[in-house]
């Protein structure tokens, strides 16, 4: 991969201080290229949410550009999404998945449903809220089997986050899928933001980020014999 680092945090991964995504976001650091992502999560999914054409009449005529909006995640704790507009479909695409990717969170999941103790991180360890525009989206925790009782478009966001099973509904002008969408990851950002003691975390066995930590091959160190 021929990539020369700009920034702090892209040097520390290529020299391979940094070999997770957990770590990279611990750090702080502004995620402003999307090559960082590109190497620590390899397996990331991309889907387009929303394809919106929007026509400006100017002095020389009439100007049509597409508005794109992008969700991308692992399937495994983390979920990003971006917006970007072009005059061509392909290249403005390819713009909101890089934007996706560095708007990239780390979620919490669990099993915070009273209704099932299994003990695995299927599902949301609590319930959270998200705003966006006029639409407000409510993501509860359900039992193991429900599957993602929510939205199409909340559906796709959070099966890209690795969330399996949920409820969820939603209040305002949900016609509005950008919105719709921000909220849902709004709501899912919240999981981070929303303070749990050490006993709540074994109680619904609470996991921050991935249950399966990718490390990236080429920053692992050999061993000696």
Partial sequence: MDWV??????????????????????????????????ILLPDLKDEVIDVNIVQRMTDSGRRVKFRITCVVGNGDGFIGIGRAKGKEVGPSIRKAIDNAKLNIIEIKRGCGSWECGCGTPHSL???????????????????????LAVGDVAKSILTLAGVKDSWGFAKGHTKTT????????????????????????????????????????????????
Avoid at 125 to 147: D, M, N, Q
């Fill in 5 to 38: 680092p700009k920034t702090r945090l892209g040097k520390m991964v290529l020299n391979g201080e940094i070999t997770t995504m957990s770590q990279a976001l611990a750090t702080k650091l502004p995620l402003r290229e999307a090559e960082i992502v590109d």
């Fill in 125 to 147: 360890p609590f319930t959270v809220v998200g705003k966006s525009g006029s639409v407000e989206v409510y993501l509860k925790p359900a039992p193991r089997g429900i599957s």
């Fill in 178 to 225: 950008v919105n719709y969408a921000y909220a849902t990851f709004y709501a899912l950002r919240n999981t981070i933001e929303m303070r749990v003691s050490e006993e709540q975390e074994k109680r619904q066995h609470i996991v921050s980020g991935p249950v399966q930590v990718h490390v990236a091959e080429d920053d692992v160190p050999a061993q000696e014999e």
